[in-house]
């Protein structure tokens, strides 16, 4: 039986090692021995390249161009709901027909076997670079410790989407390891093999191996550019994010007290450490924007041009690392209808209210933003919320500085609202001019809809803006920037949110509290935003949830949110909380030109839940495929199949 399994992952291997990136040399032929492969300089570095094979698109490369983990949390509804979602949005999913892994997109295709295939060639990889012929000694070091991080990086995508993973007791994959005998190991213990991968990384010298990949001005697929090739910043940003993970309840719950503590201790120690390498590296918040393009978006200027536009290092200090695919163009694949004679078919994905909800309110004194308060209860955002969100729980602080849910658009909010979702009324760049104005009020140009199929038109009353570079259209047909993967923002909440959880677990404690409000405080800044009340760095239970909601708005659309609300649930949970009801805005205006403003649920559906499914407790994790099953269970006798999804 080892030796089936062990033809299997040969089989992968030649299979995997045939299909190339281009951005390296070709591969050589998969049947060839690895003997001859390590005696040839250009055939080690086509392996390497081969270790590149599996490296996910992100972004709206998604069947049906949209982006799966957006259109399935609570950020966004999308009309793939009507197609490619419709099984999950109605609870019809099961380990065979689960869209994620059943998508011709490349990569939708069994993230399992696919990620432990590439993990094994990493693994192939390292076990004969320090004999192999390379030209150069600070090559091989180089691309060792690249191959570190890819591993890392494939067992960082599989502990994400399906918990804990068999490591052969950290042994990773040797080839004469008896797979009979394959355990699954914990989350905890595969952050900790994450980590050993990332540290062997780092020990390679900033010259052998920098901290940032070498910029190429033409963002275009098929250039000699390193965007995707990978950097000692990110080996900081994987083993940083996993411990996070690890940590979280849905992966720690349930250990003793003294243990939960320890490993908050952990994933707190090493995020602190990533921000003091990447900062000590040259590694910054993008502060100030440098193109008039985003002049009109004020205090959200440099938060708008981070994520839309493509920058040299000396500009962007805070991408870590991007793809460097043929980018999207948001303009037209998730734009309004009817803004342009050659635009799609249809809209990416619409923004929910909930999304809109988590944007404070906020007071200004001249151009300053003076105070700024949650829009709902963050402890309880909706009243009778397990029935429906209808009804916000509005906070008083935000209604007595001007918030009226009759009149919703009329308050000031923070400003990375407006360069996050386009509103009824918001005006856009568009053919070169300032005023093209949205109207997704009911009989509007961009009008929601209720009810049946909807390609282009809202059916939320709001459409995404994050990614969309000012003035692209098909007059100028601008595409997006690269994926980000990493960006510094995401680090430092995700340090703030180790502090805070590290706080937590201690029963409190204020110096933690005053340094996590210190990273939350410099992502509001960029915009503005004042820092937290001492009430509520004070209270650890208080800096909880604002740090949380901060994550909501700071990373709107970027995958993180998919990910956070499973990992804050416990194993035995759900996400009723968040994806269960999902609404939108509904603007009428009348013959006098007045606007009214309804809170709806999605379709105006006033009985049950929006979403069928998507929510329950198995969708914590994604299914393995069922010949993955079959396979593993042949081997060992056990069921490696995921809570739910037998």
Known sequence: MKMKLIKLFFLIFAIVICSCKDTLDKSPDGRIDLEDIFSDSDRVGALLNSCYGYLPGKSLYYQGWTNYPTATSDESWSYAAEEALSNYYNNAVTDVNHPFLNGSMANMQRYWSNYFAQIRLCTQFLAGIDNALVVE????????????????FYLSELLKWYGGVPLNNLDLYALDHDYSKAVRNTPWEVAEA???????????????????????????????GEELRVNKALAWALMSKMYLFAASDLHSNGVAKEERIQRWKKAYDVN????????????????????SIYNSFGKAAAFHQINSSYDAPGVDKETIWQNNSNPIRSWDLNGPPGISPNAAMYTAYWPTQELVDAFEVVEYNG????KAEPLLDLAN???NGQSGHLRPNLNPAAVAIGYNDSNPYAAQRDPRLYATVLRNGDKVSWYGENDFEIESRVGGKHEIVFGGSSYKNTKTGYYARKFWTPGASDRNQTKDPAWKYFRLAELKLNFAETATEYALAKGGDLTLQNEAAGQINQIRARVGMPGLSSAVVNDENSLR????????????????RFFDVRRWSKPE??????????SGMEVIKDDSDNLTFKRIHINKKNSGPTRNGGWQNKYLF?????EDVTLMQNQTGQNWQNPGWN
């Open 381 to 383: 955002p909706y009243v």
């Open 272 to 291: 602190k450490e990533a921000i003091i390498a990447l900062e000590g590296n040259g590694f910054a918040l993008f502060t100030t924007h440098t193109r």
């Open 573 to 582: 949970g759900d996400l009723s909380a968040t994806d269960m009801y999902l």
């Open 137 to 152: 000694p600070a090559l091989r070091r180089r691309w060792k410790a690249e191959v570190y991080v890819l591993r890392a």
């Open 545 to 560: 949830l604002y740090l949380r909601n901060e994550r909501k708005v700071e990373l709107a659309f970027e995958e993180c």
């Open 622 to 626: 994604l299914p393995i495929s069922r």
């Open 367 to 370: 151009n300053n933003i003076v």
């Open 194 to 224: 994450i980590e050993a991968d990332c540290r062997e990384a780092i020990k390679a010298s900033n010259t052998d191996f920098p901290f940032r990949n070498q910029f190429v001005a033409n963002q275009t697929s098929h250039t000699a």
